[in-house]
């Protein structure tokens, strides 16, 4: 979860949300993401909401500690189910992220899954995932997942090079996320992700085809690549300042994504968002295509956001004044925004345009279809899709998404 938070207006006590964000629910699918704020150690590039146990130190006490997690993020489900009321939704994902989720006990984090199942029921082919960092986990910490009813797992590869990985400030060694997809499979886990990272710096063209060969080798049924982004404020980037480590630029990282979708595409991946690619339709994540498709999710953990019915909210970021809130019955919300529909058309072009099936051309505005034929002309929108109604991007589209968007919704 990033660690700003925008600004907005305040969140009830209760939680409760206005009756037009619970019109119409049941036509939606319903998500949870659960957030645990806990690593081991903070990553130089890291700009998420989470800490360390020296952060926690002396800050929020008993309140802040991983050890009770689990039950505080279970009083925020329950909570869930009192704002929704009578919502007849079972819930069709469900995915843990961090921070380091598996830093918890594997019986924590199905604890958690067994609240959202107590109180919501999940859909008989709910998508149950949580995120894992190679060094967390081991054969027994997998079949405990499985046994409990997680069936995918995303680990962060990130690289294949030990030089890249300590850039990164990434602890685990090379060939342990490999050993860690086999393991997974073993343990029963029908689908298995892999996160990569393009654009570090000292990175080289072939440090990053022999971290795309290690990840396809590994056999996951998908695979998510990512630029680099160096966030102020981040350790990285105050090496980068400093000149302790040289920044890669966007020419780099242009080549870095065609390289990844040649090596990928050639091994039976398919791109179905902009930074994702699953050998089948059933490998996509779904909970992610939840968002991407303005879906209903609640957000639990600090930090966490949220999105039912049009409106939006935060909760608070520490763990302990999310602890506090919880413990005192009030809601952990920091602040909510309600979208007005003109919000909710141009969400749904800045997200669906990067999936593969696009948006309709009936969301843009006369302005915005004008840009889009001339986003065909300039190659960047499929001439085909355009006649079909629809704009999707092309692969040098890909490359400059968020430039077509904005001339979309301009």
């Given amino acids: ?19 037009s964000a619970l019109t119409g629910g049941a036509d939606r699918p319903l998500g949870f993401y659960l957030h645990v704020p806990y690593c081991a150690t903070r990553c130089g590039y890291c700009d998420f909401n989470t800490y360390t146990a020296t952060e926690l130190r002396g800050s929020g006490g008993v309140l802040a500690s991983r050890d009770n997690y689990a039950q505080t993020l279970a009083d925020e489900i329950r909570l869930a189910r009192k704002v929704l009321g009578d919502d007849p939704r079972r819930v069709s994902t469900v995915f843990v992220g961090g921070g380091t989720p598996t830093l918890l006990a594997a019986e924590d984090l199905v604890r958690m899954l067994d609240t959202v199942r107590d109180a919501f029921g999940l859909a008989d ?20 997942l499985r046994a409990g009813g997680f069936n995918r797992i995303s680990f962060g590869m990130q690289s294949a090079k030990q030089h890249v990985l300590k ?14 997809v086999a393991e997974a499979r073993a343990a029963g886990f029908e689908h298995v992700n892999l996160d990569l990272i393009y654009g570090t710096p000292g990175e080289t063209d072939t440090d990053w085809r022999q971290t795309l060969a290690a990840a396809v080798g590994a056999g996951p049924d998908h695979i998510s690549a990512y630029a680099l982004i160096v966030e102020e404020g981040t350790g990285l980037a105050r090496r980068i300042r400093r000149g302790e480590v040289p920044m890669t630029d966007d020419d780099e990282h242009a080549d870095r994504y065609l390289i990844a979708d040649e090596v990928l595409a050639g091994a039976g991946y398919h791109w179905y968002e902009v930074s994702n690619w699953a050998t089948s339709e059933a490998a996509r994540c779904l909970h992610n295509e939840l968002y991407w498709r303005g879906a209903d999710w609640w957000g639990a953990g600090p930090g966490a956001h949220s999105h039912v019915g049009g409106v939006r909210w935060w909760n608070v970021k520490h763990p302990g004044a999310y602890a506090a809130a919880l413990a005192s019955g009030r809601s952990p919300g920091a602040g909510r925004e309600i979208l007005s529909a003109e919000d909710r058309r141009i969400e749904r072009i800045l997200l669906e345009l990067r999936l593969s099936a696009g948006c ?6 006369p302005a915005g279809l004008v840009a889009a034929r001339r986003a065909v002309g300039d190659g960047l929108l499929s001439e085909e899709a355009f006649e079909d109604g629809r704009a999707v991007l092309t692969l040098r589209g890909r490359l400059l998404a968020d430039a077509v968007v904005r001339d979309l919704v301009d």
Avoid: F, K, W
């Fill in 125 to 144: 082919d709910a998508e149950i995932t949580t995120e894992a960092n190679p060094e967390s986990v081991d054969p027994a910490y997998l079949e405990a």
């Fill in 360 to 365: 309709e051309l009936s969301l843009l505005a």
């Fill in 1 to 19: 979860m990033p660690s700003a938070l925008p600004d907005g207006e305040p969140m009830p006590e209760t939680g409760a949300l206005p009756r």
């Fill in 167 to 180: 850039i990164l400030d990434r602890t685990h060694t090379p060939g342990r996320p490999e050993a860690c």
